[in-house]
T-cell receptor, first 115, second 112 residues
Framework: AQSVAQPEDQVNVAEGNPLTVKCTYS??????LFWYVQYPNRGLQFLLK??????LVKGSYGFEAEFNKSQTSFHLKKPSALVSDSALYFC?????????????FGKGTKLSVKP | DGGITQSPKYLFRKEGQNVTLSCEQN?????MYWYRQDPGQGLRLIYY???????QKGDIAEGYSVSREKKESFPLTVTSAQKNPTAFYLC???????????FGNGTRLTVT
């Protein structure tokens, strides 16, 4: 069975410091991995995805994520956090044999960036 | 601008009443999805449709129904059989393959 875990309910970072939001996954085949961001009372916005190729994926708003097959992880990173990055972040995964209807979301990590 | 429109933004209903949430997209996407979001539980798939006149149950379909008569529209009915209907409901769409989902801004349903 597919699963995705975001081990931290909340991450607190000072503005200007690097941030990491963690995600680990379990799939039966090759993973397709996604990160989304959600601002209060809004839908989710796509940040980046890993399908194949380079393990370091660059996305919107200066975010990037590193795919690590041996550790089954896909952590979201940003070199310098902004207060406006404060939001709820979701990791999602499915295996390459399924469809988007098989996409599994993590429970979300609340990122709080303080000035 | 292309996008997904969910209406209404807030919806209040009495227990025992059916209610229908609207989702319309002008992105020309074939696939559409309904998710339910509860605090601390992430998103759970209710129903999805990959093509007009066809749809599949997701992980938590009990107490919900959908229709897909038009490519642009995928309404969700929350029936009285749904035990805990109060939640934030998100509609999404996508093209086939590895493309990301495009989400609407959600409908917050409160049933008392």
């Amino acid at each position: 069975a597919q699963s995705v875990a975001q081990p931290e309910d909340q991450v607190n970072v000072a503005e200007g410091n690097p941030l990491t939001v963690k995600c680990t996954y379990s799939v039966s085949g090759n993973p397709y991995l996604f990160w989304y961001v959600q601002y209060p009372n809004r839908g989710l916005q796509f940040l980046l995805k890993y399908i194949t190729g380079d393990n370091l994926v660059k996305g919107s708003y200066g975010f990037e994520a590193e795919f690590n097959k041996s550790q089954t992880s896909f952590h979201l990173k940003k070199p310098s956090a902004l207060v406006s990055d404060s939001a709820l972040y979701f990791c999602a995964v499915r295996d390459d044999g399924g469809s988007q209807g098989n996409l599994i979301f993590g429970k979300g990590t609340k990122l709080s960036v303080k000035p | 601008d292309g996008g997904i429109t969910q209406s209404p933004k807030y919806l209040f209903r009495k227990e025992g009443q059916n209610v229908t949430l609207s989702c319309e997209q002008n992105l020309n996407h074939d696939a559409m999805y309904w998710y339910r979001q509860d605090p601390g539980q992430g998103l759970r798939l209710i129903y999805y449709s990959q093509i007009v006149n066809d749809f599949q149950k997701g992980d938590i379909a009990e107490g919900y129904s959908v229709s897909r008569e038009k490519k642009e529209s995928f309404p969700l009915t929350v029936t009285s059989a749904q035990k805990n209907p109060t939640a934030f409901y998100l509609c999404a769409s996508s093209v086939p393959g590895n493309s990301p989902l495009h989400f609407g801004n959600g409908t917050r349903l409160t049933v008392t």
